[in-house]
Each structure stands twice: as C-alpha cells, then as structure tokens.
C-alpha cells in the first residue's frame, strides 16, 4: 500500500517536472534558459533575471562553446523558463552587452520584384482597347529600414506598363487602333517581419501610401494624372544563404480618380510577385 502511494507521489511530482536548457559559454560559464532558436550566428534564448523579469537575450555562436536542450529537469518554470536566479558571472554579463548592443542595431533591406499584375477596369473611358490593358507584367522595388524589434520603413516604386493594338472596322475600312498605358507609383510603407524557424523562414507585411503617374496613349486620346494610392501586401522569405533571400508574395494597390460624372480612372490591381531580398 506504501508502495503504491510512493509511487503515485512520484508521477505526480514528474508531471509538474520540465526540461531545461544549458548554454556553455567559451569560458566555460553555464546559463540556464529556454532556448528559443539558433543560427550560424547567433543564439537566442530566455531567462529569468536578477530582477525576476524575462529577458530575451541573443549570444553570438563563436562565444558559444556547447548548448543543450533538455539538459535537465527543473519544476519552477513559467512557460518553460526557469524561475531559477541566474547568477550571471561577470564575463557573461560582459558578453551579453556586447552582443545586445550588437544585435540592437537595425539594418537595410533591398527588394527586386517581377509579377503579374490585374487591373480593375476603368469605367467609361471610351476606350475600345481599355480591357486589354487590365493585365500587364508589374515590376517593384523596395528599400526597408527594420529596427531590432522588426517595425520597418521604406519606400517603394512599381512600375505597371502594357502596350496593344486592334483592328476596327468602320465603314467598311479597317484602322488599327494602338494604345499603350504606363502606371508609375511611389510609396512611403510601413511593416513588419517575424522570423521562423531559426530564421531560414520571414513573413513580412506592409501598408502604404503614395503617388501614382497614369499615363494613358491612344488613338482615341491621351489621359495623364496624378492621384494617391494605397497599398497593402504579404511576403514569405525563404534564406538562401548569409543575407539573401528568395521572396514571393501578393501586393494589392488603390486608387481611382472621377474625370468627370462618367469617366472614372482607376489603377488599383492585385500583383503577384517574385523576387530577392538582401540585407545591405
């Protein structure tokens, strides 16, 4: 009976039992933490404090000599982190500044895009060839600024051009119609970036507003105007190596412009797009 209780004891204490996670150091100081990912650079992991606050901290791998998950049990953990007081040895706390005033800073990113584009029809343009100038290939570009916390600010110009031709009877003679269109934005945008599985993964996204220059060529009249637009979209990046990667996603911009009572312009559209990204 004893026995039977001992033994019920036992899982009860193991079940309210966590893992935890080891970082060795290259002077051979030990943290105990949570592990959250790691990369050929650095490491990121969690604690507790001195001040029993979390704190997430990132530690450079060459300073890193050995690092475990599930090194050992602990039963004071809050989300699996232990409550447990790391006494920070001095080098450590000296490590640990040095890198957090590294990792601190933020850096630039440039983005080139090809896709394709769709347009929303204009409305009573009296253009026979307006229709086929809805879809066209779309080429973007972007430079983003990301703090330490990944909140980015940038700009952004696309560029959406297509140019057909038609053959129209009238009166028993054919013409050819010809009409090219050209619509140039510049965006001021603002996002954000999360980062999975050790990096090797990034989902931005990002609203924006801007100019856009609608240049409009035909047989039938030209049309020139500027207005604001806006934007929105979603990207995943996926890392080829160092600062480079490969990065897909759709965009959606806005905007319409009134002519007049009956004509109405518009240049918002849903572009699919490809690219690269790299860190600068």
Avoid at 243 to 265: E, M, W
């Amino acid at each position: 009976m004893r026995q039977g209780i001992f033994i019920i004891i036992l899982i009860i204490k193991s079940s309210f039992t966590f893992c935890q996670d080891l970082i060795v150091t290259t002077k051979n100081d030990s943290i105990n933490c949570f592990i959250e990912y790691s990369t050929n650079k650095k490491i990121a992991f969690t604690i507790f404090n001195e001040k029993k606050e979390k704190e997430k901290i990132f530690l450079k791998m060459i300073d890193v000599n050995d690092f475990q998950y599930d090194f050992y049990k602990d039963s004071t953990q809050e989300n699996g982190i232990s409550k447990i007081n790391n006494t920070l040895t001095p080098s450590i706390k000296e490590l640990l500044i040095v890198n957090k005033n590294e990792f601190k800073s933020g850096r630039f990113e440039l983005g080139l895009y090809a896709g394709y584009g769709i347009r929303g029809k204009n409305s009573n343009t009296n253009s026979v060839l307006d229709s086929k100038l809805n879809t066209s290939t779309v080429f973007s570009s972007d430079i983003m600024f990301y703090n330490s916390s990944n909140i980015g600010i940038g700009l952004s110009f696309s560029n959406f051009q297509k140019s057909v031709s038609q053959d129209v009877v009238i009166n028993n003679v054919t013409k050819t119609k010809n009409a090219t269109i050209q619509i140039n934005q510049i965006l001021l945008l603002f996002g954000h970036k999360y980062e999975l599985k050790d990096a090797q993964y990034i989902i931005r996204w990002h609203i924006g507003v801007g100019v856009s220059l609608y240049d409009q060529k035909s047989t039938e009249g030209d049309i020139n105007q500027t207005f604001i637009s806006l934007t929105d979209g979603v990207f995943v990046d996926k890392k080829l190596f160092n600062k480079l990667y490969i990065s897909v996603g759709i965009s959606h911009k806005t905007g319409s412009k009134y002519l007049d009572q009956y004509k109405s312009l518009k240049i918002g559209s849903v572009q699919f797009l490809g690219g690269l990204r790299m860190g600068i």
